[in-house]
Each structure stands twice: as structure tokens, then as C-alpha cells.
Nanobody
Framework: QVQLVESGGGSVQAGGSLRLSCAAS????????MGWFRQAPGQEREGVAA???????QVADSVKGRFTISQDNAKKTLYLQMNSLKSEDTAMYYC??????????????????WGQGTQVTVSS
């Protein structure tokens, strides 16, 4: 059974940085897709960044140049480095995984496996 456990959320002032981590277990296939999504109150869940087993990455325009997605295959951990945070980045952030490695963010929030989320709050 695939399990995704996020950590690293918290409260930070605008302009600050946070690094989210997602520890993955139970996924044995050699090809995969992993991504970060976020959902603010009253808004739809949106894709932030994705990376696949080929190392291809995609970052949403709203965070491009500020957020970086990376992975440590040995630790089976996904990261999201968030710099220059803005108040509009405030949301619950979710880690997700799927076998459709070619889609990156194109599938929207339809990934098969999800973590429980970690809250990021940015105060201005």
C-alpha cells in the first residue's frame, strides 16, 4: 500500500522560505509521477509542481522562479523548496503520486495516491 507523509509546513513571514518533504513508501514500480498540490479555503486544489521517474519537472506559472521540486531516490523522499513566499501561497499542501509518469501537472489533481497534507501559512 502506497503511503505518502508530508512534513515541513508552518508559519512564515512574506519573503521567507520553507522546505516541504514527502516520505513515500509502498510504491515498487520503476516509473512514477510525484507532485505537490495546494488548496486554499474555498478554492480548488491546484497543481504546484511535479516530477517523474525520468527526472522531468514541471512547475506552475504562479510559483515559477520561487519554488523548486526535487527528489532523493535513495531516501524515497520528495521535496518542495519554497522561497520568496507570498501571502497567496497560504494553503494546505499535498504530496501525491501516480503511475502515469508522462502527465506531470497535465492531469490536474487526479493522482491516485495522496498524503494527508501540511499547512503553510504566510503572513504579510
Amino acid at each position: 500500500q502506497v503511503q505518502l507523509v508530508e512534513s515541513g509546513g508552518g508559519s512564515v513571514q512574506a519573503g521567507g522560505s520553507l522546505r516541504l518533504s514527502c516520505a513515500a513508501s509502498g510504491y515498487s514500480a520503476s516509473t512514477y509521477l510525484m507532485g505537490w498540490f495546494r488548496q486554499a479555503p474555498g478554492q480548488e486544489r491546484e497543481g504546484v509542481a511535479a516530477i517523474n521517474s525520468n527526472g522531468e519537472r514541471q512547475v506552475a506559472d504562479s510559483v515559477k522562479g520561487r519554488f523548486t521540486i526535487s527528489q532523493d531516490n535513495a531516501k524515497k523522499t520528495l521535496y518542495l523548496q519554497m522561497n520568496s513566499l507570498k501571502s497567496e501561497d497560504t494553503a494546505m499542501y499535498y504530496c501525491a503520486a501516480d503511475s502515469r509518469w508522462w502527465l506531470l501537472l497535465a492531469s490536474g489533481p487526479t493522482y491516485r495516491y495522496w498524503g494527508q497534507g501540511t499547512q503553510v501559512t504566510v503572513s504579510s
